[in-house]
């Protein structure tokens, strides 16, 4: 099996939604359940533990400034989607 960009609990989350994915192509309303699909996803995987560390490791670390400015385009990129 090829590599995977998600871990087995986004694997899951992500199989999880997919009934809803199919309901809303047939709705043809696919770009709001994707918007909520996106926020839920960043409410359990938020940018800073992907681009960084794991929220295992937050309490022994902090962002340079410039990660943190990395982090808030990440977070603008994302909100400028919509």
């Not at 994707?34 to 940018?47: I, N, R, S």
Request: charge should be negative; include cysteine; hydrophobic fraction near 40%.
């Amino acid at each position: 099996m090829p590599a995977s960009w998600t871990t087995e609990e986004q694997l899951t989350f992500l199989n999880g939604e997919l009934p809803g994915f199919r309901a809303a192509q047939c709705q043809q309303c696919r770009p709001r359940f994707l918007m909520g699909l996106v926020e839920h996803w960043f409410e359990k995987w938020p940018e800073c533990d992907a681009l960084f560390f794991s929220t295992e490791d937050a309490p022994a670390m902090a962002l340079t400034l410039d990660n943190d400015k990395k982090v808030t385009v990440a977070v603008g990129k994302r909100k400028q989607v919509r």
